[in-house]
């Protein structure tokens, strides 16, 4: 539920137990939606800064430590790493539709979208938005 302390963070996979996935995505989701709400209902009006590049990093710990589960599955599966596999299926999707079903979070995209030409978008960020759009 932390950064990893070895060598360029890579994953202690003789640490890591089955016990700890679904515990650990628990919290991640749990975390990462909390961040998402904070940046889809803060004050300020929405930008590029504010609201994608703040995106960006939500998510970081959930995307690790689902991605280790994933891999460890097709590369040295169990079939306990199989029932939590399942167990984490419907976990994340129920996140990925919280968040892409997000109102508030939608409306400041949008507004960003529609605003793009005031703030000075790169092209690159206007595709970004588009995709999110």
Do not use: D, G, P, R
């Given at each position: 539920m932390a950064r990893f302390k070895t060598p360029h963070q890579s994953t202690p996979f003789g640490e890591i137990k089955p016990e700890h996935f679904i515990p650990a995505i628990k919290k991640d989701i749990?975390?990462?939606?909390?961040?998402?709400?904070?940046?889809?209902?803060?004050?300020?009006q929405p930008s590029f800064d504010n609201t994608i590049n703040a995106l960006q990093n939500v998510g970081e710990l959930l995307e690790r430590n689902s991605t280790i589960l994933f891999n460890l599955n097709s590369a040295d599966t169990t079939e306990e790493i199989q029932q939590i596999t399942q167990q984490a299926s419907p976990l994340l999707t129920k996140f990925q539709n919280d968040i892409r079903l997000n109102q508030v979070l939608f409306e400041r995209v949008k507004k960003i979208f529609e605003n793009r030409e005031s703030e000075n978008l790169t092209s690159e960020q206007v595709t970004l938005l588009k995709k999110r759009v």
């Open positions: 749990q975390e990462s939606l909390k961040a998402t709400n904070k940046i889809a209902n803060q004050k300020a």
